[in-house]
């Protein structure tokens, strides 16, 4: 949606939101609401991720390419099986 996010800091995360997003330690239910406030409370910062995101975003494949792979790899599957 082109927001900035907060989100649990594990190495997935990182992996799929680098820089585009803002990181919290897992169950810390407070430094969640803080890392949320954060973009709010700071324009600055809040523009910048939002520029991230877009970045982000750019890296990943459209939902129709990601489907189009996912078909592809269960007709390999689907042809290897000896019936």
Not at 47 to 55: D, E, G, P, S, W
Request: hydrophobic letters at 40%.
């Amino acid at each position: 949606m082109g927001k900035p996010i907060a989100t649990t800091d594990l190495e997935f995360t990182r992996n799929i939101c680098g820089e585009a997003a803002l990181y919290f330690v897992h169950c810390d239910v407070q430094g969640g609401a803080d890392q949320i406030i954060r973009p709010l409370a700071d324009p600055e910062l809040d523009y910048r991720l939002r520029i991230a995101v877009n970045c982000q975003l750019n890296s990943f494949d459209s939902a129709a390419d990601r489907a189009k792979i996912i078909l592809s790899l269960c007709e390999r599957r689907a042809l290897s099986r000896k019936w």
